[in-house]
């Protein structure tokens, strides 16, 4: 499948699996609407690459509607009853792994049935089973292992055979698959099969409810069936931030969206004027740096919001933090960032529909607990709530955890509409600055501004330093440069390395032509009818 397609006047899909890419394409063709092809693609994405997501995660969407209207879906799942700080006395922080990191009710179903009432309501007729019916196949007849299922399954083996479920689902025999392989997910393909016919709802207060819960109760998570029966994805206005060319948008808290709009308008008060130079890169950097402090500041349970997140995107508080960047130096830099394992998708119709959509488990494979009677993977999201009382993110009952996924979506000047975004953590931010200021600021083409090479601030992805890593295409007199800055620079040994990002983008043209693309880091591409 190729990485960038354009031309189309029925609709694109980009994903970062080709199969998923793929059952978008098809219902495109077939004449369903952006929300449903999404669906599709979303339930495909969980069949044939698990490790990256699943239906025991949590998603949210922004969608450009023919109207203008811009809207999100907000689907995450807050933390389970039973789910006190008291539960985790043994422990210094929330386990990342096991029955005590499936901690949060998955609220990525709820998100897709909201998301196909939104169709219905812009015309959308395509049958449910029809959606479903390619993730099925794959999960029920086989998909081939990606190369980062295989690789990511080797690195993290230990800690996940540990989670109950994972080795009789995830392994072959008694070692990681090895990419080619083919591997199926049987219960996850009933429990589809199941929901095609039932309907979403019985994922949460039906029979695929019901054996939820009593897997999740004989492992000894703290999500209980009133819980997933209380779940419920919901409507919000999204955030947005006026920029020179045009108004970008993101969704609200508790995904750090809020950074993601506060980077692109911090950036374009430095009024750079060169793709590629020391200023571009040391401006987004020190644009995440103002930003994730906003972010870790402000950014929780958006019912525990210690002020409204859209006070930090007022223009005179923008121009403010924006006056505090220093474009020769950088600034000191010790921050915590946050892992995570996620996929971005976006899929743009002929009426002017276009979705930016991401979904997620977090980590690599999530808390690695796969239910027995469902195939259910569950996600670790919870492990970003705090077992100290008194913090900003405190744990509690019904909480919703904070969210690194943000789907970002923008409305140009020219007329375009962009839905772009990425998986990775804290790296989402800088990826989708780094998409957006080359292809829409700087006029690279799309194909061009996904290749490019990108750099990532923090410790996504677990490691230990919270340093400026590039991947090694940069020049060596950018480099050079960001080190006579003070940045910490270290160069990754990969061309294109798969810890700065998974990312893509659909941009509906003002003539009604489609284009869309994904990135080479990634296992997938876009396509069109």
């Known amino acids: 499948m190729p990485l960038h397609t354009a031309g189309h006047r029925r609709g694109v899909a980009a994903a970062p699996h080709h199969a998923a890419a793929e059952a978008g394409r098809a219902v495109l063709a077939d004449g369903g609407n952006a929300l449903e092809a999404m669906v599709a693609m979303a339930a ?13 995660g949590d998603g949210f969407w922004l969608v450009h509607e023919p109207s203008g209207k811009v809207r999100a879906l907000m689907a995450p799942g807050p933390a389970g009853s039973r789910a006190r700080i008291e539960l985790y006395r043994e422990h210094e922080a929330i386990p990342t792994r096991g ?4 901690l949060t009710v998955p609220g990525a179903v709820s998100g897709w049935a909201l998301a196909l009432e939104a169709a219905k309501a812009l015309g959308g007729r395509a049958p449910l089973d029809v959606l479903l019916a390619p993730a099925i196949k794959a999960a029920r007849e086989g998909y081939v292992v990606s190369p980062s299922q295989a690789a990511l399954t080797a690195t993290h083996v230990d800690d996940l055979t540990k989670a109950p479920g994972f080795a009789e689902v995830f392994l072959a025999g008694d070692k990681p698959p090895e990419a080619g392989a083919t591997m199926r997910q049987a219960a996850l393909a009933q429990t589809l099969d199941h929901l095609a016919h039932a309907g979403l709802d019985d994922f949460y207060r039906g029979d695929v409810g019901r054996e939820i819960a009593a897997d999740l109760d004989r492992i000894g998570s703290p999500v209980t069936r ?11 206005a999204p955030l947005s931030t006026p920029l020179s060319v045009g108004t970008a948008y993101n969704a609200p808290p508790p995904t750090q969206g809020l950074a993601s709009l506060m980077i692109l308008a911090l950036f374009d008060r430095l009024r750079v004027t060169e793709a590629e130079s020391f200023e571009h890169v040391h401006g987004i950097v020190e644009a995440t740096k103002r930003a994730f402090i906003a972010r870790d500041r402000v950014v929780t349970d958006p019912d525990r919001l210690p002020v409204p997140a859209e006070s930090l995107l007022d223009p005179k508080r923008l121009d403010a933090e924006a006056a505090r960047v220093d474009p020769r130096r950088a600034a000191p830099w010790p921050h915590r960032g946050d892992k995570g394992d996620t996929i971005w998708m976006g899929a743009a119709d002929s009426s002017g529909l276009v979705v930016s959509y991401i979904q997620s488990i977090y980590w690599e494979f999530g808390s690695g607990c796969v239910l027995p009677k469902t195939g259910v993977l569950m996600q670790n999201r919870g492990a970003s709530f705090s077992l100290d009382p008194k913090a900003l993110r405190a744990l509690a009952p019904g909480r919703r955890p904070f969210h690194t996924l943000n789907p970002a979506l923008a409305v140009l000047k020219d007329g375009r509409v962009m839905a772009y975004g990425t998986m990775g953590g804290d790296g989402q931010p800088q990826t989708q ?6 292809h829409v600021m700087f006029r690279q083409d799309l194909a061009r501004a996904l290749d490019a090479p990108r750099w990532l601030l923090g410790r996504t992805w677990g490691a230990a330093r919270d340093n400026l890593r590039l991947e090694p295409r940069f020049p060596d007199r950018l480099v050079d440069r960001l080190l006579s800055a003070g940045h910490e620079v270290e160069l990754v040994p990969e061309p294109y390395s798969v810890t700065m990002g998974h990312a893509g983008a659909v941009v509906m043209h003002p003539g009604g032509s489609i284009e869309g693309g994904h990135d080479p880091r990634a296992d997938g591409g876009a396509a069109g009818a």
Do not use: K
């Open 44 to 56: 495909m994405i969980v069949s044939v690459y698990p490790h990256m997501t699943h239906v025991g």
């Open 433 to 438: 600055a780094a998409v957006f200021t080359r």
């Open 99 to 102: 029955p005590l990191a499936a």
């Open 226 to 236: 009133a819980d997933l029966a209380a779940q419920r994805a919901y409507v919000a």
